[in-house]
């Protein structure tokens, strides 16, 4: 599993964004698909999971309503829709790739260290 993460920019509050992780690697089916971001001095966090049949989606209190995670098994990819952004989503957002339970069971737990696959970030800044 290679991931790529994509779509990041600039844009001001309210508008839109749309993050796209790719596995060069033609893994990703396989596996759940997470994102997490990281604001400067701040821990990582996650965003929203899905299953690996794309079935399954769970979401933190701050996505919620605002963010869609889905995913497109036939072209390998997952993408996250972000709406009504704020500038607290300012971030560095990543695309990771486990086992759909390690996944939530790292966010419960907060050790998100130990996932198989992450990619490399990309970054979303949210201007008021």
């Known amino acids: 599993v290679q991931l790529q993460a994509s779509g990041g920019g600039s844009v001001q509050a309210g508008g839109s964004l749309r993050l796209s992780c790719e596995d060069s690697?033609?893994?990703?089916?396989?596996?759940?698909i997470g994102w997490f971001r990281q604001a400067p001095g701040k821990e990582r966090e996650e965003i929203a999971c899905i299953s690996n049949d794309g079935t399954g989606a769970y979401y933190s209190d701050s996505a919620k309503g605002r963010f869609t995670i889905s995913r497109d098994v036939a072209k390998n990819m997952v993408y996250l829709q972000m709406d009504d952004l704020r500038p607290e989503d300012t971030a560095v957002y990543y695309c990771v790739a486990d086992e759909l339970s390690a996944i939530r069971i790292a966010t419960m737990t907060g050790d998100i260290g130990g996932l198989a696959y992450w990619g490399q970030g990309t970054l979303v800044t949210v201007s008021s």
């Open positions: 690697g033609f893994r990703m089916a396989s596996y759940g």
